[in-house]
Every structure is written in C-alpha cells, then in structure tokens.
C-alpha cells in the first residue's frame, strides 16, 4: 500500500483552514475482528504487521475558518477529543475513521454533524499547561448528543526531541494520516486534509479516566497505552467526496 501519497498535497481547491495544537496521542492494541466489525462497508480495517490499533487524541483547534471567511474567535477556536482507527478502500488511500469527536462548541458540532457526517459530540472540555514541568492537562465531558456520559481526564507530558516520523514504522503509520472516511445514508464519503508532517515525540500519561472508548463500544485494555505528543501542524481541508 502507497503510504507516501496521501502526504501530497492534492490538486483541488480548500475549503477550510485549521491550526490543530497540543495534541495528545494515546494508543492501544485491539483484536482486529473487534475493530472491524464496527466499520461501515467500504472499509477495511488497516493494519501494522497485523497489530490493529485504538486512538484516543485530545487536542486544541485554532483559526477554523471557512477559505473565504477570517476567524472569528468565539467559534474558531476550540477543544477536540477523537476516539479513531486506521482503515483503507480496497488496498489504498490509507486513513482514519472516528467513532466520536468531542467538540467544546455548540455551533461547530452541529455543522460538522450537518456538513461532513462526521459523528461529533458537544462537550464541555479544558486544557491546562502546568506552570512547571511541561504537564498538559486535559479534561472532557459530553453533554449531548447520547451515548452519555463519556469523559476524559488525563495528564501529558512530553519526553524527547520532537521529529518527523519515518516512513514503515509504526509511529508513521499511526501520526501520518490523512484521508477521513464516514458513513452517511448508505454512502462512503472521504475527506482530505493536507499538513505537514507531524514533529512528534515520546510522551508519558498519569491519571488517566476515560469512558469514550467504552461509549464508542470498545473495552479499552488494561496495558498501558502507546503515548505520543505534538506540537501541532497548519492544515488545508479539502471538500468531502462520495467513493
């Protein structure tokens, strides 16, 4: 499978440009048959040396903005939580779709739910530095709509210097995405988003509590997960197809 070729940026026009900031990553190994099972058809479940994979991402957005339009703070910037696994169509195009995105705004939840039939949820959330040591806390709390209640608390911090990743391992194939897929009436629908690439490093987790992966149908496993953390990365959004 071509991995390299999503990263290009592809030759169509922007519709909406978005600064995603302080992102968390946080991933555990599941059964592959308990993964795909929950996809729509279309999709396949995507795989690294047949380890399937759960993420669960907190973050921050900042300057969402149609291409036309400038920010306007009160719904540009916002906090995001998203509970994904990685899939592919037919052996190509690589990448990701979510069971929830949590959204701490009213407004952006229901165009998003309208606009791209994407599964996004209203939740009150927070995102702290710490005043020393580089902790990042983040906090989540759906309110609407069900499955409720589906939280989140945990603190971030990252460890080491922060790079690209390399292309085969299983740090790219986890950061380095960028097709969306969702399922809307019967259809698959694919977005595209272009970036450039993650400068990511190491991270460490404590007082992890979260329900999101359980509200989305899945166990989540008792090992700890894979923890990863980024700085960020500016990003193109490119409009939503039906394949």
Excluded: C
Excluded at 3 to 19: G, I, K
Excluded at 153 to 180: C, D, I, K, N, W
Aim: hydrophobic fraction near 40%; charged fraction near 20%.
């Amino acid at each position: 499978m071509d991995r390299l070729a999503p990263t290009r940026r592809p030759d169509a026009r922007v519709v909406m440009y978005q600064r995603w900031r302080k992102l968390l990553f946080l991933h555990w190994e599941l059964p592959a048959e308990v993964l795909a099972r929950a996809l729509p058809p279309g999709l396949s479940l995507d795989t690294y040396e047949g380890r399937a994979f759960i993420g669960l991402v907190p973050f921050t957005m900042q300057g969402v903005r149609p291409a036309l339009l400038p920010p306007f703070p009160p719904l540009s910037n916002f906090h995001e939580t998203n509970v994904r696994t990685y899939v592919h169509r037919e052996g190509k195009d690589p990448g990701v779709f979510f069971f929830s995105l949590d959204a701490a705004n009213g407004i952006a939840v229901r165009l998003a739910r309208a606009w791209y039939k994407l599964p996004y949820f209203y939740s009150r959330m927070t995102l702290a530095d710490g005043a020393a040591g580089g902790w990042r806390t983040y906090r989540s709390e759906r309110h609407w709509p069900a499955p409720v209640p589906a939280t989140l608390s945990v603190r971030g911090l990252a460890e080491g210097p922060a790079a690209a990743s390399t292309p085969g391992t299983l740090q790219h194939f986890l950061m380095e995405r960028y097709f969306l897929y969702t399922a809307h009436g019967g259809a698959l629908l694919r977005g595209q988003v272009h970036h450039t690439p993650y400068r990511v490093s190491g991270a460490r987790v404590e007082g992890l509590e979260e329900s999101l992966l359980e509200a989305a149908g899945f166990h989540r496993p008792p090992a700890a997960p894979l923890v990863h953390a980024s700085d960020g990365v500016d990003v193109e959004v490119f409009a939503l197809q039906r394949v």
